[in-house]
T-cell receptor, first 114, second 112 residues
Framework: GAGVSQSPRYKVAKRGQDVALRCDPISGHVSLFWYQQALGQGPEFLTYFQNEAQLDKSGLPSDRFFAERPEGSVSTLKIQRTQQEDSAVYLC????????????FGPGTRLLVL | GDSVTQMEGPVTLSEEAFLTINCTYTATGYPSLFWYVQYPGEGLQLLLKATKADDKGSNKGFEATYRKETTSFHLEKGSVQVSDSAVYFCALSGTSGSRLTFGEGTQLTVNP
């Protein structure tokens, strides 16, 4: 079946612009995660949803970052007033109920803030 | 908090050489342990996992054994191929939450 998809794959933004990154999880996956991967580093946790509920947002680096999953399927990560330090790859992952510790990743969105 | 430490890279091997990438972790309780692989321009792919002590995960000739006594999950392969060139990430999922905690990754290059 189809895997996790993300769009856009690449995004260039001018500093101060708002961006929205989309994630389509695997159909039927209850849990959805966002991670940020800086160049040459491992991914770092941002936030976690179970269905539409955002159960953990402790990894969001500032109040400029906001994530939602209103219908428990597609999720959007929004970054307001982008800064150069926001440049990274943003990865989305999903997992099934009862198997929540095995996460399946999308290809990522590479964000470059100029 | 939880943490994962991987051997520093990059690692360069010749085809058919033996591979070991070391991974140690710090976590409370009994975390689940994973190896993910990232090919250039792609997202992370699950390579193998182990959910309890002494479990061995294996896939595509790669193996790793969950060693509670040494808090390690070293990745091994007996004979690497050029197509194994990628970045390898060790990760854990702790008992206190659902998030994955990753190591910094090890770049592997296999030359023909």
């Amino acid at each position: 079946g189809a895997g996790v998809s993300q769009s856009p794959r690449y995004k260039v933004a001018k500093r101060g612009q708002d961006v929205a990154l989309r994630c389509d999880p695997i159909s039927g996956h209850v849990s959805l995660f966002w991670y940020q991967q800086a160049l040459g580093q491992g991914p770092e946790f941002l936030t976690y949803f179970q269905n539409e509920a955002q159960l953990d947002k402790s990894g969001l680096p500032s109040d400029r970052f906001f994530a939602e999953r209103p219908e428990g399927s597609v999720s959007t990560l929004k970054i307001q007033r982008t800064q150069q330090e926001d440049s990274a790859v943003y990865l989305c992952a999903s997992s099934r109920t009862g198997e929540r510790k095995t996460q399946y990743f999308g290809p990522g969105t590479r964000l470059l803030v100029l | 908090g939880d943490s994962v430490t991987q051997m520093e890279g990059p690692v360069t091997l010749s085809e058919e050489a033996f591979l070991t990438i070391n991974c140690t972790y710090t976590a409370t309780g009994y975390p689940s342990l994973f190896w993910y692989v990232q090919y250039p321009g792609e997202g992370l792919q699950l390579l193998l996992k182990a959910t309890k002590a002494d479990d061995k995960g294996s896939n595509k000739g790669f193996e790793a054994t969950y060693r509670k006594e040494t808090t390690s999950f070293h990745l091994e392969k007996g004979s690497v191929q050029v197509s194994d060139s990628a970045v390898y990430f060790c990760a854990l999922s702790g008992t206190s939450g659902s998030r994955l905690t990753f190591g910094e990754g090890t770049q592997l290059t296999v030359n023909p």
